[in-house]
């Protein structure tokens, strides 16, 4: 009879302690969570260098390249070279040199649309955050914080931060979609509020390419 008492507060005991842990977990990454909301409320634009890599369960290799991002509220500009241009205010413009090309289409704000700004500046209107955890990424401490789509049916099945703990600052994006594509968006040589040229998010087709208008 002693025995199996003592067995049942050990069982009880160890659902205290398991349930205790899981919700400080929670409320741990809430706090960080809050944190990092006050923390960009104050981030009107940004520069960084960045690296995107893209996985695919359809494909063995990933595709990655690098270049320049330049954020102001929902603006943008990426330039990776001689890759693409992307310039995105009201309207979308994608510039492919090689190709000679330029795409022009409007700015679709959905569940399925995918910009820098959702995920550095707004993504908390899309998620909300599951857990948290401590981890050390390019030999510095981070939150990995994971976050789930308040919409069950996102196109986006799941997204985490890497939020540097000295500064709140995010430094690594990771997306999946509904297609098990992955996408990591790493940042570098962050620049907090610069002062951004409104010339920086315009763009005029250079003479002799190709331009697609696909505005509706």
Known sequence: MIMRTTLLRLLLLAVVVLSVGQTAAAQDAETVFERLRDK??????????FTQTMTSAYTDEASSFTGQLV????????ETGTEVL????EEMYIYRPSEKQVLINDVVEDDN???PSDFLLNYDERFNVSDVETVT??????????????NADSFFQE????VRNSDTIITRVEVLDVNDTKMVFALDNIQLNPTIDAKTFTFTPPAGVEVVDLRS
């Open 71 to 78: 954020l102001e509220g929902d603006k943008y500009r990426v």
């Open 113 to 115: 649309s995918f910009s």
């Open 159 to 162: 997204a985490t931060l890497w």
């Open 137 to 150: 990424l390019d030999g510095t401490r981070h939150y990995k914080l994971r976050l789930v789509p308040k």
């Open 40 to 49: 960009y409320a104050t981030i009107q634009s940004l520069r960084a260098e």
């Open 86 to 89: 992307i310039v995105s205010d």
